[in-house]
């Protein structure tokens, strides 16, 4: 019986959502920036985290462009992998943060407030210079996913946390 009421719990209980998709000009670049909602560090994701066990959260960003009769082409793909671990010994998180599986960044944080700041947010993604793009409205779109593999429900049921792609339409100069 318990496991016919959990299962549907699982399946269909509401995840993490992405807030919001920005992108910004800059010195011929594009950069974008994509943030979580913060209702995502629920009571599960804050004891995953306070656990000793790595945690591992997948952003994926990419740039495409629009096709009206063939499918969108991917122009860039970009994909980044912020991996928490709490000490236990030292009540301190070590945060990693990779770029295409490189290790970019490594910064111990003491607070789980800072944690779950970190972990919201992705920015400042260099997409590359925009000089190759055809200029105009509605041309190209970013959309971006993330996905964290989440503690196993009663360590009996793995779930995988997935925003699911949202996407925003893009003008260029």
Known sequence: FLILVLIPLLLFSKGPEIYTISAELENQHLFVN?????????????????????????YEVELLKKKFVMPSKTMVKIKFKKTVQFDNLTNQYELKVYKEDELIDKVTLTSIDDVIKEL??????????????????????????????????????????????????????
């Open 120 to 173: 919201s947010e992705l920015k400042n993604v260099d997409l590359g210079a925009v000089v190759d793009l055809e200029p105009g409205e509605n041309a190209y779109y970013l959309r971006a996913r993330i996905t964290l593999l989440k503690s196993f429900f009663l360590w009996v049921f793995p779930k995988d946390v997935d925003t699911g792609w949202m996407e925003k339409d893009l003008k260029t100069p």
């Open 34 to 58: 994509v943030i979580l909602d913060k209702n995502f560090a629920n009571q599960d994701i804050v004891d995953a985290l306070n656990s000793t066990n790595p945690i591992t959260f997948t």
